[in-house]
C-alpha cells in the first residue's frame, strides 16, 4: 500500500493540520487589532460562532480593553455585556467609539438566569457580540453554550476565573490573562495547533479602561480611575421572558 507524503495529507481536508502547526482558519474571524496576537491564533483572528474562554485571576483587569478593536468591527450590532462584574462607565465606552445604544447591560442574581439569557442572546443570532462573565459553569452548560454558538455568527466570550485552567472545556480557543506593567501578559491555554511556550505581552493604553469603579486591589487593577468623570450609566435591559 503507498504511503501519503505528509504535504499531499495536508491538501485532504481544510480541517487537518499537522500538530507542529497551527489550524488553518475556516469560518469567520474578527481582527484583534494586536499585530502579535494575530500571528498567534488560528484564523487569524477572534473566531464567530464559537465558544472562546478568557480567564482571569481577578475580573476587570482589562479584558474589555482587550476585546475592543474586535468590537468596534460590528458596524452598529448589539453587544451584549452579560453579568460583568463592574458597571460599564458609558463616557470610557463612548471614548472607545462604542456607542451606548450599541449596548445592552444585563444583569441576573441567579446562575441559571444568567445561562438562559447567554444562550437566548446565542440562539436568536441577532447580537455581533456576548461577554459573558461567570466562573462556575458545570462542562453540560458550557456544552450547550457552545452549540448554541454554532448557530450563529456571534462573538463569544466567557470570562472565567484562572482556576477553571486545568478543566476540560469544549472551547476551541482558551487563553489567560494577567495584568503587568503598561498593560496584559496573555497565555495560551488551548488553541488548534502547537502551544506557545512563552506568554505575550500587549501593551494597552490606560485611557481604554471601561470600567466605572477601579479594582480593590489597587495594584493590580487596570480598571477606569476616573469613576467621577460622568454619572451617566448604560440602561439596563433584561430578555422580555427571563424564567424566575
Known sequence: MPSISPLVAEGIHPALWRASQLA??????????????????????????QLT??????????????????????????????????????????????????????TRSKQSNALWAAEQVLRNGSCGALLFW?????????????????????????????????????????????????????AMIKRRGGLRDRPLTLRIAAHHYLYSHAHTNKENSTADRHAGATSATLARRTPAHAPA
Open 24 to 49: 488553518r482558519g475556516h469560518g469567520a474571524y474578527l481582527d484583534t487589532g494586536f499585530p502579535e496576537l494575530r500571528l498567534e491564533l488560528p484564523g487569524g483572528g477572534w473566531p464567530l460562532g
Open 134 to 186: 461567570q466562573s462556575q459553569i458545570r462542562s453540560e452548560a458550557l456544552r450547550r453554550l457552545h452549540l448554541a454558538a454554532q448557530s450563529s455568527d456571534t462573538f463569544f466570550c466567557l470570562m472565567r476565573s484562572l482556576q477553571m485552567a486545568p478543566l476540560p472545556s469544549p472551547a476551541p480557543l482558551r487563553l489567560s490573562l494577567r495584568p503587568v506593567a503598561g498593560g496584559l501578559e496573555l
Open 53 to 106: 474562554e478568557i480567564l482571569l485571576p481577578t475580573a476587570g483587569i482589562a479584558e474589555l480593553s482587550l476585546l475592543k478593536p474586535a468590537l468596534n468591527q460590528l458596524q452598529g450590532r448589539p453587544i451584549v455585556l452579560l453579568t460583568p462584574p463592574y458597571t460599564p462607565q458609558a463616557l470610557a465606552l463612548s471614548c472607545a467609539h462604542l456607542e451606548t445604544s450599541q449596548l445592552i447591560w444585563i
